[in-house]
């Protein structure tokens, strides 16, 4: 049961066009999200986060979003650069079910940025 | 340098063999997770521990053990039970065993079984 899904497996942008990665979950009880970045044969780098008492948080070049309604979020990175080209993960965790300091992964989209 | 080490990188072990897999760090972090990537799956999370001599199960604990003698290391042992073991393996740690804060990552190793 994927209870964080990413469904485009991956996307192609052109350089300093806006790039968006979609996540959508399941599990109501998702209250923090998370963005990562992820370069081969490397670790995952944390991006950009957002707790589920907002809709949106912004760094730099990246906002995500969040529609709780929808089970929702979205990651946007404006302009976007050759150097953003790596897989994305979206990933959640709930307070207060026991595991609280456990985070759910999606299965990634990898973004290609071309010039 | 503070930082998640993971050693080896690339690791190689014939079929019916343990393993183990290093994870030390010196952020002075609290807990410590492995996780598992394969393919076009995401980050399946193994076993995790948030203080030194406790440790719980994943999602996917079956043919893995871990110890947490020590706050800096979390050694992952990779048994002959495990039926697929050949994947990308992560450790990573979190400074406060909360749920709304980002999880730091090593570099990872890649385990090879043939």
């Known amino acids: 049961d994927q209870q964080v899904k990413q469904n485009s497996p991956s996307l192609s942008v052109q350089e300093g066009r806006i790039s968006i990665l979609n996540c959508d979950y399941t599990?109501?009880?998702?209250?923090?999200f998370l963005w990562y970045k992820k370069y081969p044969a490397e670790g995952p780098t944390f991006l950009i986060s957002?707790?589920?008492?907002?809709d949106k948080n912004e760094d730099g070049r990246f906002t995500v979003f969040l529609n709780k309604s929808a089970k929702h979020l979205s990651l946007h990175i404006v302009p976007s650069q050759p150097g953003d080209s790596a897989v994305y993960f979206c990933?959640?965790?709930?307070?207060?079910?026991?595991?609280?300091?456990?985070?759910?992964f999606g299965t990634g989209t990898r973004l290609q940025v071309t010039l | 340098d503070g930082g998640i080490t993971q050693s080896p990188k690339y690791l190689f072990r014939k079929e019916g063999q343990n393993v183990t897999l290093s994870c030390e760090q010196n952020?002075?972090?609290?807990?410590m997770y492995w996780y598992r990537q394969d393919p076009g799956q995401g980050l399946r999370l193994i076993y995790y521990?948030?203080?030194?001599?406790?440790?719980q199960k994943g999602d996917i604990a079956e043919g893995y053990s871990v110890s947490r003698e020590k706050k800096e290391s979390f050694p992952l042992t990779v048994t002959s039970a495990q039926k697929n073991p050949t994947a990308f393996y992560l450790c990573?740690?979190?400074?406060?065993?909360?749920?709304?804060?980002?999880?730091?990552f090593g570099n990872g190793t890649r385990l090879t079984v043939t």
């Open positions: 990933a959640a965790s709930a307070r207060g079910t026991g595991t609280a300091s456990k985070l759910t």
């Open positions: 957002i707790s589920s008492i907002k």
């Open positions: 990573a740690t979190r400074g406060l065993a909360s749920y709304n804060s980002p999880l730091h």
């Open positions: 599990n109501s009880m998702f209250d923090y």
């Open positions: 952020l002075n972090h609290d807990a």
């Open positions: 521990s948030q203080i030194v001599n406790d440790f």
